[in-house]
């Protein structure tokens, strides 16, 4: 009998498909691991081709002084930072506003082949922290209200750049899939006094079966309403509810356990596109209680199809309590 | 400038991307043509193969008793029609309820390569009114909520077998999805007394750029606010919240325009892979002002990526006014 599972935290229903079930194994075969040069002449992130993006915002550099992770415009900006206010342009039927935001690349590394989950603590630390600092800048100015922040890995997952980077979006707006998700956060809040992320984590560990790993001050489970196999998040045990309120000793545990999931990716499913995504409340929510920031990653291992595009109804293939003991024992 | 537009009728926000805008035409040399064989071995929708399939539900046969179209049990059901009402097994933190519903495949000719935009009018027609037969069937279990009808088309769409069919599933639930499209449509007509799908039509019709092409009492637009290039609707114009409602006329003229639509897609787009769904209103909602049944069509000409994935906001590189100009002159 298939089962039709609520998230928690969205109240969105999920159909785990028993009946067309599949060993998690299955999915592996379908992926084949990458294997990329340290250097590439026609990357336009690689180093000595800096011309071909915009001007820098922000650097690391070696002693040398030679770039470590590079900040720039995303030379294909969905939203720019010009316009100092949004307004509706037009009161009509239909609404539009300037695309007023920031679109930013963090180029990780200077190696095309040093992506996450095959480097070292250090510097996925080097990584994660300048995901921060870019969130704490962006986060002061008052015209934007969310942070996004995100990481597209192999063409599959939408990218067309192999070389390691994630991107940072700050909108002017926040959308209404978030609005939808904190409202039912904050009902969740009024009806029990708690986070109900808070609460999913408790829940996880007294349940242990979709676990995937924990350490450094965060859990990785696979969720129990997950949307496609293999669906990962990572959630920091310290309640905060935006990415900028974490400390730095969190950001050290954050890149730590990034690190430990992307090679797990890696390793246990041949090294899948994915996308990551930090969620997180907007800018001017800090310090709430009733939303809590985490990572959600979604393996490129199935196609959503004509009835996920029309109803909102994933259908997922393979039982997350099965996906989670594949992770922990691969 | 980059433009963030609003859907009128979901609310919803989507990021026209100007600064990497393309032109129709760029998308049309992603896609090769398709030629298949007008019978396969493998395929267990091809006549000869019925054993390949769960018993058939119902069928259409011609003078020598040979079937045109059979509409057959998903052999891999998302849902199952077990269970006579919904029950949640656990009320605990973590809800799920049994995976009770229906999931049926419309195997829509005996012929593995006449689909729908290469086949004649009366053929369409015989395919649409299984679709509304099998809805007003469906529809008269009132267990059911929800009848969606969706087809995949092509493997980037998601679907497995090549040979023609549509699918229909019948849930137990309306998803939040639905939900929160409901009461955005419910809340216009409360502000002004209309049906929002109705205005939209009005407005087409008025500003005219985003029409692809109108006749046979429907109308087939690029939607103002589309979240990929080449998102098509067609949109009835006679009201009616559901698409069981719909008249034998209606159901005729809905067959032409759809299959002039395919039509359009294989030959202005090269024949893209995409996911066609027809939204309804719940069964129970038969006759209401405020909704209005249309079907949205998806070509998988672009990836939605991170960005899409965490904050459901789309960023779309083609202007629908492009668009539909593409599509009107090719």
Same mark, same amino acid.
């Given at each position: ?6 998230n ?14 599949k ?9 084949k691991?990458?294997?990329s040069p ?7 992130f ?13 650097s ?16 294909f900006?969905?939203l720019?930072?010009e316009g ?23 180029i990780?590394?200077?190696l ?6 095959r480097?070292?603590?250090d ?17 002061r ?10 990481r ?12 390691p ?5 700050? $909108?002017? *707006?926040? %959308?209404l899939?978030? +609005?939808?998700?904190?409202? #039912? /956060? !904050? ?17 996880e560990?007294?349940?242990?079966d ?21 669906e $990962?998040? *990572?959630l %920091?045990l310290?309640? +905060?509810?935006?990415f900028? #309120? /974490? !400390?730095?000793?969190?950001?050290g ?11 797990k990716f ?5 090294d ?18 009733y939303y ?18 029309g109803t909102?109804v ?17």
């Open positions: 009998m298939p089962e039709i599972r609520q928690p935290a969205t109240k969105e229903w999920v159909i785990v498909a028993t009946e067309r079930a060993r998690p194994e299955e999915f592996v075969k379908l992926a691991p990458r294997h340290r250097f590439s002449k026609k990357c336009p690689c180093p000595g081709h800096e011309d071909q993006t915009p001007p820098e915002i922000s690391n550099r070696d002693e040398h002084g030679a770039w470590t992770v590079r900040v720039v415009p995303n030379r900006a969905a720019v930072p100092d206010s949004i307004r509706e342009e037009d009161f009509d039927f239909f609404r539009k506003m300037p695309g007023f935001g920031q679109h930013e690349v963090i990780e590394t200077p095309h082949n040093a992506s996450l989950g480097i070292g603590d510097k996925a630390f080097e990584i994660v922290s300048t995901y921060h600092e870019r969130y704490r800048c962006l986060s100015d008052k015209r934007f209200k969310l942070i996004t922040i995100f597209n890995y192999g063409r599959e997952a939408g990218t067309s750049l192999e070389h980077h994630s991107q940072i979006v700050a $909108t002017p *707006i926040v %959308p899939h978030i +609005r939808h998700r904190l409202e #039912e /956060a !904050t009902r969740f809040f009024d009806d029990t006094g708690e986070c109900v992320f808070c609460r999913i984590i408790e829940s560990r007294k349940e242990r979709r676990i995937v790993m924990e350490g450094d001050g965060f859990i990785v489970i696979e969720p129990f309403a997950a949307r496609s196999p293999f $990962t998040w *990572i %920091p310290e309640h +905060r509810s935006t900028g #309120e /974490a !400390t730095l000793a969190e950001i545990g954050f890149a730590r356990i990034l690190n430990r999931v992307f090679a890696v390793h246990a499913l041949q899948p596109a994915f996308n990551m995504v930090i969620q997180t409340a907007p800018t001017n929510e800090e310090g709430e209680d809590h920031w985490h990572v959600k990653l979604f393996p490129r291992v199935t196609t959503p199809a004509g009835f996920e595009l909102g994933y259908i997922n293939t393979v039982l997350p309590e099965a996906a989670a003991e594949y992770l922990r024992k691969t």
